[in-house]
């Protein structure tokens, strides 16, 4: 019985003294301004983010216009952003390059407040408005800060979203094409071409344009075909401007020799009326 008193006894001291140290890792009042951005520090170096977030905000409110101001305020953008508060992160960069213009790190905040957007970005199939968020900003840092390493990572970031864009509308013309809505689907394969065209998706969604045509016009009323077989001559005429190389070419010859063949075929109906 003694030594099972005394094994409790020995787990009651390392409990109350583990709670003493996380007390003192807490900011408690009292604690002078230098004591508490310690503290905070602490927390964000130890990786416990939430407590880190908390701790920074009690700076800034004890603090705001002292020297510790502008650090409290980045290292709480940044204790969001590790935190995977990424609405929060950019929010909190953004407030930092705003409030602090002739800070050196504004221009890394300003990139992260882009980049907080970027990791909120969703799956292509789901709503972009984060993506368009993401690209308005990265554009802006580009248009601040170009040629420096920074700006080029953003201009590869920003090829990444376009590219999802991109196959996002590349994909609701192909389903319209499954449903044989033939119009629908040569408009979001333009669509692709005409918003992004440096996108990995714009050639095939050329060539698709030019075989939606072509299916549109076959599909259609006599009157209405000779029209629609021209479109998919355009198509293709766009295609040879702007991939002379392209991979799909051989296809896309295909299409435009199928289109032609129906332009012969309504002229003939036309010529014997």
């Known amino acids: 019985m003694l030594k099972i008193n005394k094994s409790i006894a020995a787990l009651l001291l390392l409990v109350l003294l583990a ?117 308005d900003r990265f554009q802006l840092f580009v248009t601040r800060y170009p040629g420096t390493e920074r700006a080029q990572e953003a201009q590869d970031l920003m090829d990444e979203l376009r590219d999802k864009l991109a196959k996002k509308k590349f994909n609701a013309a192909e389903m319209y094409m499954r449903i044989r809505e033939y119009r629908s689907a040569a408009i979001y394969y333009g669509l692709t071409v005409e918003r992004f065209p440096g996108s990995s998706w714009a050639e095939e969604a050329l060539v698709n344009q030019i075989l939606a045509y072509v299916y549109y016009a076959e599909n259609s009323v006599r009157d209405r075909q000779q029209e629609r077989f021209e479109k998919a001559v ?21 299409y435009y020799d199928r289109a032609l063949t129906g332009l012969s075929r309504v002229s003939t109906v036309t010529a014997e009326r």
Do not use: W
Request: a neutral charge.
């Open 19 to 135: 709670a003493g140290c996380r007390s003192s890792q807490h900011i408690r009042p009292g604690d002078t301004i230098e004591v508490a951005f310690e503290k905070a520090m602490s927390q964000y170096e130890r990786e416990r983010y939430s407590h880190a977030v908390r701790s920074f905000e009690t700076v800034l409110s004890m603090g705001r216009g002292t020297e510790f101001a502008a650090d409290a305020q980045f290292y709480l953008a940044k204790s969001h952003f590790h935190n995977r508060a990424y609405l929060s992160a950019a929010s909190e960069f953004r407030r930092f390059a705003r409030n602090y213009t002739r800070d050196e790190r504004r221009k890394d905040a300003e990139f992260m407040e882009a980049y907080s957007h970027y990791r909120l970005s969703p799956r292509y199939n789901l709503d972009q408005t984060e993506t368009y968020n993401a690209l």
């Open 234 to 254: 355009e198509s293709y005429q766009q295609y040879l401007q702007i991939f002379p190389r392209g991979e799909n070419r051989e296809l896309a010859e295909e």
